[in-house]
């Protein structure tokens, strides 16, 4: 009878062995991060600074955005942020980009990033393309051509849920004349306060619509 039981106990514990050796799936936190960290620094096509990643993610967290659109995807840098951010809000990213590689390089990254299922990739001409969105979006992230920031900030003004916010890349320093234009008709506007956040130097304007 002692040598049965002694023989079960033997049996379970080598049951056991190979699921405790059994490696753990990092978490999406542990991998997003690690992927990030890894590219520090790396990004090469016009992609934000780390810093400004930092900023986008931290504005969709603590708003508890969900409705996401980034205008000018690139290789994707800024949208892994805000996917991050999505994730943990329970929301999604619909990012648009014109030029067919940086997209493709950028839909790569998202899956090596772990958070391709928080985005959805459009290849369009975002002149016509965000002109075409329904909406409502509670967070957008306008980082493409910076003479038509004006444009896309009328187009999405009526589908941005009060209490969002319309933030634009590149607000200080070297564009900072092409998109002033922009900054003067959304400063103007009583029913937004818009900041500007320095992050890694090219600064973020943040335009959050209150009631009007
Ligand atoms: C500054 S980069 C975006 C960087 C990206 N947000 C990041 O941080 O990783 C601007 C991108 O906008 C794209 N772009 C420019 N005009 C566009 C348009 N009309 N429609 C869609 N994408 C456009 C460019 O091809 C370029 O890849």
Not at 38 to 66: K, M, S, T, Y
Not at 69 to 98: M, N, P, R, Y
Request: charged share 20%; glycine share 8%.
């Amino acid at each position: 009878m002692r040598t049965h039981r002694f023989l079960i106990l033997i049996g379970l514990l080598l049951l056991s062995l190979p699921a405790a050796a059994q490696p753990q799936a990092p978490s999406l936190d542990d991998r997003v991060s690690a992927f990030l960290e890894q590219h520090r620094g790396q990004w090469n096509a016009l992609n934000v600074p780390f810093e400004d990643g930092q900023i986008l993610h931290n504005l969709v967290v603590a708003g508890r955005f969900r409705n996401i659109l980034e205008i000018g995807t690139s290789t994707g840098h800024s949208t892994i942020w805000l996917a991050w951010a999505a994730a943990k809000t329970g929301g999604k990213v619909i990012t648009i980009e014109i030029d067919p590689g940086r997209r493709a390089l950028a839909l790569e990254n998202f899956r090596q990033a772990g958070v391709d299922a928080f985005i959805e990739s459009h290849l369009a001409n975002a002149h016509a393309l965000v002109k075409q969105l329904p909406g409502p979006f509670d967070f957008v992230f306008n980082d493409a051509d910076k003479e038509w920031y004006l444009n896309y900030f009328t187009a999405l003004d009526p589908k941005l849920a009060v209490g969002g916010c319309f933030t634009a890349h590149n607000t200080l320093r070297i564009y900072a004349k092409q998109v002033q234009e922009f900054l003067d008709v959304v400063r103007a506007k009583r029913n937004y306060q818009t900041r500007i956040e320095r992050g890694g130097g090219e600064g973020i304007s943040i335009s959050c619509k209150r009631t009007p």
